[in-house]
Every structure is written in C-alpha cells, then in structure tokens.
C-alpha cells in the first residue's frame, strides 16, 4: 500500500507559479509510475502530467506541455509538478497518483492522494 499526500496548491494570478509536491509512505516511490491530475468543477479528471518510476520517462498533456515540469525525488520519496505561466483554465483540484503499472496519463492508477486545490484568478 502507497499512501500520498499532495501540497502546495493554493491562490495565484494568472502568469504565476506554483510547485506541487506529492508525499508518499508506505512504499519507495522508485518502484512506482506516477500522474498527475486535476478535475475542474464539471469536467473529468484529465491527466496531465506522468513520470516514470526511474525518473527517466515523461509525458505532459498538450494543454501544459512547455508550462509543467514534473519531477522526482526517490530519495526523499516524493513527486513534484512545476507549473508555470498559469492560466485560469489550470483552476481545478490537482491529484496524484501511483502504480506500478505504467498508465501514464490515463486515470487507471491504484494508488491516489486527496488532492489540493489550485485557483489561478484572471
């Protein structure tokens, strides 16, 4: 069992950044692939960013390619997504979430924080 607990969100201008992180206990993240994702109100949940259990892989969605950088830290067992130059559209509750199974952007993974809340005001 993986558990995760993500950080960081919060209320920001458009153009702003913000740094998520993503906890994990119970398991050494080098074993595991993680996304990221956010649902908006309204809307499915949409991947958005994945990372290999190695680090070595990564995959974004078009929508934050070029903005979003994720990246991990196995020896502090904990993920992170940089998210630059936000727009109002990146508004939703961001989500992290492990497997050891590669799913990379689709939302088939077994292991999932509660998520944290990003606002970003026009």
């Known amino acids: 069992q993986v558990q995760l607990v993500e950080s960081g969100g919060g209320l920001v201008q458009a153009g702003g950044s913000l740094r998520l992180s993503c906890a994990a206990s119970?398991?050494?993240?080098?074993?595991?692939?993680m996304g990221w994702f956010r649902q908006a109100p309204g809307k499915e949940r949409e991947g958005v960013a994945y990372?290999?259990?190695?680090?070595?892989?990564?995959k974004y969605a078009d929508s934050v390619k070029g903005r979003f950088t994720v990246s991990k830290d196995n020896a502090q067992n904990t993920v992170y997504l940089r998210m630059n130059n936000l727009k109002p559209g990146d508004t939703a509750v961001y989500y992290c979430?492990?497997?050891?199974?590669?799913?990379?952007?689709?939302?088939?993974?077994?292991?999932w924080g509660r998520g944290t809340q990003v606002t970003v005001s026009s």
């Open positions: 119970g398991r050494t993240l080098s074993s595991y692939n």
């Open positions: 990372i290999s259990g190695s680090g070595e892989s990564t």
């Open positions: 979430a492990g497997d050891m199974l590669e799913y990379e952007l689709e939302p088939d993974y077994d292991y």
